[in-house]
């Protein structure tokens, strides 16, 4: 009757996320310097002054640096970026990430302890909602008038 489910649930996101392999890494010991592009994941572990752009996943490792914007699929940040980051899909900001500049993502997972200055959009929010909340506030302004006209 009490099974454990048949899939194992233990692995972390970061850990289910780093399935597909990497294809680019920057070592700690490695400075880039202008424009980074890759159609494969990315893995920083040093610093990057320049764009990073990928269309999977980029994954920057504790004590790496990236100043410039950022555009990927996915990314898991536990290192430091200063410029904007605009996501697909998926942005998870571990305890030691830092971003300074603006962030534009679907999802958004932001753990205990991860920084962020700058405005945060998800692109959830878009106009559509925003009609319909305008809708039902002008529903309720009718029906408040309704009920003083009636008295």
């Not at 159609?39 to 002054?49: D, E, P, Q, R, W």
């Amino acid at each position: 009757m009490f099974q454990k489910p048949s899939v194992d649930t233990s692995l972390s996101n970061e850990e289910k996320y780093h399935e597909d392999e990497v294809e680019t890494v920057v070592g700690p010991s490695v400075h880039v310097e202008g424009d980074f592009n890759s159609a494969g994941n990315i893995l920083i572990k040093g610093s990057v002054a320049g764009k990073v752009s990928t269309n999977k996943l980029l994954t920057l490792e504790e004590g790496s640096k990236v100043t410039a914007d950022i555009k990927a699929g996915d990314a898991i940040v536990s290192g430091e970026i200063i410029g904007n980051a605009k996501i697909e899909n998926r942005l998870e900001l571990t305890p030691t990430a830092r971003i300074t500049g603006d962030i534009k993502c679907d999802i958004l997972v932001v753990h205990a302890g991860a920084l962020v200055q700058g405005k945060v959009s998800m692109t959830g929010l878009d106009a559509p909602e925003k009609n319909s909340n305008q809708t039902s506030t002008r529903s309720r302004v009718k029906s408040k008038k309704g009920s003083d006209d009636s008295e």
